[in-house]
C-alpha cells in the first residue's frame, strides 16, 4: 500500500472509462486526499474509437477531432497521466502493479503502489492466427494508431480493391468507408446474413441494401488464409471455395474483453471473459478495486444474464459510477438493454433487447411481428421505408426486444423501445405512449407503435 496518507487510485486504461473515471474521483476529492495515477500504453487518451470509421471514411476531417481531451488537459487536473506506459502485472495481495514504459532501452520494469484500482484495459480486436494474417496492408481497426496506420496504407496504395473481414458493426461501417474512399469492396462474412446482432430476416434486409449500394457480400465463408504477394504485400483473400482480390484488408471480426492481466492476477471473469463486477462497479470479491468498459461483462435487464458488451455509452457510464465510488460517493449501474445503432450509407440499423436466439437461450415464450411503414407521412416529401420487427412475451406481453432497419429516421426510433424495455412496459402499454407527431417527422402512427398494436394482437391470439 502507499505509504504517504494520502490515498492513491491507479488506474489501467486511459479512454472512457479510466479517465471518466480519475476525473470524476478528482472532482469529489482534491489532490491533498487523493493522488490519481493513470498508465495508458497508447498514444492517446480520451479518444472516440467509435468515430475511426467516419474519419477513415472522410466525414471526420482531422485525428484531433476525435479526442475529447488531451494527456495535457487530464494533467492540468492533477491526474499524472504517464502514456506509453504498458501495465504488465497486478499484484493484488501487496496492493501493487509492474509498468513498462515503452521508450524504455533498458526494460527496466517499476512497481506502483495503490490503495484504490481501476482496471479499464478495454477489449481486442478478435485477430485469428491464419497464413499471411499479418502482411502488410492488413489491419485491424481499434484505435487512433489503427486508424491512422490504415489510412497511411490508403494513401500509399495504387490498387482498388478492399476487402472487409467480418459484417458486424465495424465491419459495415468499414465498408462504407472504403466504398468513399473509391474502392471496390468486398465484405467476407462467416455468418448467413450480415449484422449478426439482427435476427437473419432483418439481416437479409442490410445484406439487399449493400449489394445495392456496389459491395460485393460473401456469406457463410469463413477466411483460411490472406495471400501475399512477391513483395510480401497483400494480394488477395482465400476461403476454402475461392478467391478475393485485395490491395487492402480491414478485419472486422469483433472484439473479446482485454483481461489477461485481470485473469493473471485471479480476479473473477465471466462466461464470456469480462470481468464480473457489483453494482457499483466494483471487483466481486475484491473491495479495493473496480473495473468498467470494454472489459466487463454487464447484467442484460432483459434476460437477466451477463453479456459482454462493447461499446462507449456504456464506457463513460461505468467511469462515472466507479469515479464517484472512489471518490466517496455513491452510485450504480443496473444494467443495459442492449441497445446500439449503426449505417452503412443511408441506410441505418437499430437493435434493442432480444434477437429470438437470445429469447429462446433465456428460456422464453414469444411472438414476433415484423411491419412495414415510412419515416414520415407517406404523403409528406422524402418520406422513406422503414421494417420493425418486435418480439413480446408469450401471454404477459412484456417487450423483449425491436430491431429496425430503413433511411433516415430509422435508427434513433428504437430509443422508444429502449426506454420502454427499461421499463419493463408490455407491447399494450406502449401503444398508449404520447409521442410526437407532425408530417415531415412520423405518420400517425409512429412505426414502433404499429408494430406494438400487431403484437398486441398477437399476444392476444396466442393467448385464446
Not at 271 to 292: F, K, P
Not at 302 to 315: F, N
Request: with cysteine.
Amino acid at each position: 500500500m502507499s505509504t504517504s496518507t494520502r490515498e492513491r487510485l491507479v488506474v489501467i486504461g486511459g479512454d472512457a472509462a479510466g479517465m471518466s473515471a480519475a476525473s470524476q474521483a478528482r472532482r469529489l476529492r482534491t489532490p491533498e486526499e487523493l493522488e490519481i495515477v493513470a498508465f495508458e500504453r497508447g498514444d492517446f487518451t480520451s479518444y472516440s474509437a467509435c468515430g475511426i470509421p467516419y474519419w477513415v471514411g472522410g466525414d471526420v476531417g482531422e485525428r484531433d477531432d476525435l479526442i475529447a481531451r488531451t494527456p495535457e488537459e487530464h494533467r492540468a487536473r492533477a491526474i499524472d497521466l504517464r502514456m506509453r506506459t504498458e501495465v504488465t502485472e497486478i499484484d493484488v495481495t501487496r496492493g501493487r502493479v509492474r509498468t513498462r514504459a515503452a521508450h524504455s532501452t533498458s526494460g527496466a520494469e517499476t512497481w506502483t503502489s495503490y490503495d484504490k484500482l481501476v482496471i479499464a484495459t478495454g477489449a481486442r480486436p478478435v485477430r485469428p492466427d491464419l497464413p499471411g494474417i499479418d502482411a502488410p496492408g492488413v489491419h485491424g481497426v481499434q484505435t487512433l494508431g489503427d486508424g491512422q496506420a490504415l489510412l497511411d496504407t490508403l494513401a500509399r496504395t495504387e490498387g482498388r480493391h478492399a476487402v472487409v473481414v467480418g459484417a458486424g458493426y465495424i465491419g459495415v461501417e468499414m465498408a462504407e468507408a472504403l466504398l468513399n474512399r473509391g474502392y471496390e469492396v468486398t465484405v467476407v462474412n462467416r455468418g448467413s446474413e450480415p449484422m449478426a446482432t439482427l435476427d437473419p430476416d432483418m439481416g437479409r434486409l442490410v445484406h439487399r441494401a449493400m449489394t445495392a449500394m456496389g459491395i460485393t457480400m460473401v456469406n457463410d465463408a469463413a477466411v483460411t488464409e490472406v495471400l501475399t504477394g512477391p513483395d510480401g504485400r497483400v494480394r488477395a483473400v482465400a476461403t476454402k471455395d475461392a478467391e478475393y482480390p485485395a490491395d487492402v484488408v480491414v478485419l472486422g471480426m469483433g472484439v473479446r474483453p482485454e483481461t489477461a492481466l485481470a485473469e493473471a492476477a485471479g480476479l473473477p471473469l465471466g462466461d464470456h471473459g469480462g470481468l464480473l463486477t457489483d453494482l457499483a462497479m466494483r471487483v466481486r470479491g475484491h473491495e479495493n478495486i473496480w473495473s468498467g468498459g470494454d472489459c466487463v461483462e454487464v447484467l442484460d435487464l432483459v434476460s437477466g444474464r451477463e453479456r459482454h458488451i462493447a461499446l462507449g455509452t456504456h464506457a463513460n457510464k461505468h467511469g462515472q459510477v466507479i469515479g464517484a465510488n472512489v471518490g466517496g460517493g455513491y452510485a450504480t449501474f443496473p444494467g443495459v438493454v442492449g441497445t446500439a445503432v449503426s449505417k452503412v450509407c443511408a441506410l441505418e440499423i437499430a437493435r434493442t433487447g432480444l434477437r429470438e436466439k437470445d429469447a429462446r437461450r433465456a428460456g422464453l415464450k414469444f411472438e414476433t411481428v415484423t411491419i412495414e411503414s415510412t419515416s414520415r407521412a407517406g404523403y409528406y416529401p422524402n418520406a422513406a421505408p422503414m421494417t420493425v420487427k418486435m418480439l413480446a412475451e408469450h401471454r404477459t406481453g412484456r417487450l423483449l426486444g425491436v430491431q429496425i432497419v430503413g433511411r433516415e429516421g430509422a435508427a434513433k426510433r428504437v430509443d422508444i423501445a429502449a426506454v420502454a424495455l427499461t421499463a419493463a412496459m408490455t407491447v399494450e402499454q406502449m401503444t398508449a405512449l404520447d409521442l410526437g407527431y407532425a408530417p415531415p417527422f412520423s405518420p400517425v402512427w409512429d412505426p414502433v407503435l404499429v408494430a406494438a398494436r400487431k403484437a398486441t394482437t398477437a399476444i392476444r391470439r396466442a393467448s385464446l
